[in-house]
């Protein structure tokens, strides 16, 4: 992430679906030029990253992953869930 900075960058995010934060990973990521981590609640983030982690934040997917199951459930398209203005909304 400092590379990025170097050639130029201004802001730098990092996002994942699954926040595997295995040690030392919550001290790299407060060291580093990374300004935020944004991770799905798909699995709980370890008690250490919760702690020391500033950087790391957690959004939940439950209601799109809810959106997504009653569009299935009903035969509706989940392809409205994909659309920006739709699926932002989804996202706590």
């Known amino acids: 992430t400092n590379a990025l900075k170097s050639f130029g960058a201004s802001r730098v995010f990092a996002f994942a679906t699954?926040?595997?934060?295995?040690?030392p990973a919550a001290d790299r990521i407060e060291?580093?030029?990374?300004?935020?981590?944004?991770?799905?609640?798909?699995?709980?983030?370890?008690?250490s990253v919760n702690r020391e982690a500033r950087k790391v934040r957690q959004i939940s997917v439950g209601k799109l992953?809810?959106?997504?199951?009653?569009?299935?459930?009903?035969?509706?398209?989940?392809?409205?869930?994909?659309?920006?203005?739709?699926g932002v909304n989804l996202l706590a």
């Not at 699954?18 to 040690?23: A, D, K, M, T």
Request: aromatic share 4%.
């Open 65 to 86: 992953l809810a959106q997504a199951i009653k569009c299935i459930h009903t035969g509706d398209s989940v392809q409205r869930l994909f659309d920006m203005d739709e």
């Open 18 to 23: 699954h926040g595997l934060f295995n040690p």
């Open 31 to 47: 060291e580093c030029a990374i300004e935020e981590v944004i991770v799905a609640n798909t699995i709980p983030l370890p008690p």
